[in-house]
């Protein structure tokens, strides 16, 4: 069973930025890959960022890349998420999610199916 904790959300104007982080514990074959999903208010949970906690390799939704930035600490046990240029449209609640390499590469980095474990969300909001 893997357990997430994310922290780091809160409140900034429009432009500004926020690091998130999770912390992860549980099995390795269990969090393979990492990923961060938001879920605006009244909409559905969007996978926006994912990374191979092995090779590094990151992947990144269309309405974040270039202003978000996914990583991992070296001993692999804390994913961040860096967020810069925010706009009132990035708020939402963030959650951490965990998968294994056979489901996430089974559904796709960023399809929400792939992950199987979620932390408890943190809320960001942007202000313009």
């Known amino acids: 069973q893997v357990h997430l904790v994310e922290s780091g959300g809160g409140s900034v104007q429009a432009g500004g930025s926020l690091n998130l982080s999770c912390a992860a514990s549980?099995?390795?074959?269990?969090?393979?890959?990492m990923a961060w999903f938001r879920q605006a208010p009244g909409k559905g949970r969007e996978v926006i960022a994912s990374?191979?906690?092995?090779?590094?390799?990151?992947a990144y939704a269309d309405s974040v890349k270039g202003r978000f930035a996914i990583s991992q600490d070296n001993a692999k046990i804390t994913a961040y998420l860096q967020m810069n240029n925010l706009n009132p449209s990035d708020t939402g609640v963030y959650y951490c999610?965990?998968?294994?390499?056979?489901?996430?590469?089974?559904?796709?980095?960023?399809?929400?199916?792939?992950?199987?474990?979620w932390g408890q969300g943190t809320q960001v909001t942007v202000s313009s």
């Open positions: 999610a965990a998968g294994s390499a056979y489901g996430v590469q089974k559904r796709g980095r960023l399809d929400a199916s792939a992950y199987d474990s």
């Open positions: 990374i191979n906690r092995i090779s590094g390799a990151e």
């Open positions: 549980g099995p390795s074959e269990s969090k393979a890959y």
